[in-house]
């Protein structure tokens, strides 16, 4: 477990957040990686019951298939950092946030974003657990 960067390991959907994405779930690419289009084939650290479709939320790790893009990414698997969900989400505060769109930043293996830049706006919970995705946002909301 050394050799996992702190981030990794804290995986998984939490508890008291209302499920946004799931398997299947088209995403927007927000950074400059090369993708477009991304669809969520697997969420990291989900441990759900029987049949029941595993679901992820902002600042999860998922795992994606890039659907378009330039043709060196399409047709791979990337991991991915969930940071828009259109699914209105309370906050600690008592606040709701909800996003026009779902959208995920492609990451590498060790939890670096893959691309130099993110476009549009990210979610502070993504930006608190993520600090690199966060130097690399524009506007945090």
């Known amino acids: 477990m050394s050799d996992v960067p702190e981030k990794m390991q804290m995986l998984g959907a939490r ?7 799931q398997h299947n779930t088209m ?6 990686s090369g993708a477009k289009l991304a669809k969520i084939i697997g969420v990291y650290g989900y441990r ?15 795992m994606v298939s890039v659907r378009r893009g330039t043709p060196d990414v399409r047709k791979q698997k990337f991991k991915a950092v969930v ?3 259109h699914m209105p989400f309370r906050r600690p505060d008592g606040t709701w946030m909800a996003f026009e769109d779902n959208a995920v930043v492609i990451v590498n ?3 670096t974003p893959k691309g130099s830049e993110i476009r549009g706006p990210v979610a502070r919970e993504a930006a608190e657990r993520w600090p690199k995705i966060s130097s690399l946002a524009t506007i945090i909301v």
């Open 15 to 21: 508890k008291g957040y209302t499920p946004a994405v």
């Open 27 to 32: 995403v927007v690419v927000a950074d400059n």
């Open 48 to 62: 759900g019951v029987l049949r029941r479709v595993p679901f992820a939320n902002i600042a999860d790790l998922v």
């Open 83 to 85: 940071i828009r969900q």
């Open 109 to 111: 293996p060790d939890g």
